[in-house]
Every structure is written in structure tokens, then in C-alpha cells.
């Protein structure tokens, strides 16, 4: 998606991609995404991996900042065209995350249903073939 000057904005890092998943939730301190992102990667997370990138959204008009408290903290929010482009971006992965999926799944010898990872193998006349259980490998 291209912001006010026309560069595209991209999302190139997890940290990126965790951050917009977050701000897709709500309105986030800067603090707040910085502990959060800690946990979610299991790593620490340096204020130099997040306030670039908050900046740059800022500057493509996709979050609003505010400052509320007493030691005026800022909150980050995502504007109207800042969920188009969280949400535009959240089914852009998920089209690419079902088609990796998809590409591993194998059908069941007896009951087709789908299945993603294990499954019972048996040797039948002699070849080897995939059921969902041991119940759908008898039965076949």
C-alpha cells in the first residue's frame, strides 16, 4: 500500500507484522508494544525495533498518536485507512499462510478427511498409505 508520498509502506520484519497485529487490536503505549512484542517473540525488544516503524506509520497517516496521563504517555492508534491497511495486509497473509497449509495436507485412504501432520501409515498391497487412524486403516 503506498502512503501520503506515494512510497510503500511494507512490512518487512516480525516485529512489523506483530506490531500491526497489535494495533489492530486497540490503542497501545509505546511501552505497552515494547513488552508485548517481548513476549510474543521470547526476546527482548529494544525501543530502536518499534518507534521507527511507529514513525513511519505516522507519517504514511495510518496511526494516530495521542498523549493521556498525568506524564502525557502517547498512544498509538490506528487510523480509519490504518485498519484498511491492517486488515488488507492480516488476508494477504492468511491467503499465504492457507496456501502453505494446503500444500501439506494429504486425504485420508478411507474417509478423505484432510490431514495436516502425522496420520497412521500402513502397507497395503504393498504400498504404503496414509490414514487419519488406525480405525480408517482397518476399515479400508
Known amino acids: 500500500m503506498k502512503d501520503v508520498k506515494g512510497k510503500t509502506l511494507s512490512i518487512t520484519t516480525l516485529m512489523k507484522l506483530y506490531t500491526m497485529l497489535l494495533l489492530s487490536e486497540g490503542p497501545r503505549y509505546g511501552y505497552e508494544l515494547i513488552k508485548e512484542l517481548s513476549r510474543m517473540t521470547t526476546k527482548p525488544v529494544s525501543p530502536a525495533q518499534v518507534y521507527p516503524f511507529l514513525r513511519e506509520l505516522e507519517k504514511a497517516k495510518h496511526i494516530k498518536i495521542s498523549e493521556k496521563g498525568q506524564r502525557e504517555k502517547k498512544v ?65
Open 76 to 140: 498509538y492508534k490506528l487510523t480509519g485507512k490504518g485498519e484498511k491497511f491492517s486488515k488488507s495486509f492480516i488476508t494477504r497473509l492468511s491467503h499465504m499462510l492457507e496456501a502453505g497449509i494446503k500444500a501439506r495436507l494429504v486425504k485420508c485412504e478411507h474417509c478423505g478427511c484432510e490431514i495436516y501432520s502425522g496420520g497412521y501409515m500402513k502397507g497395503v498391497s504393498g504400498k504404503i498409505k496414509t490414514f487419519c487412524c488406525r480405525a480408517c486403516a482397518r476399515a479400508f
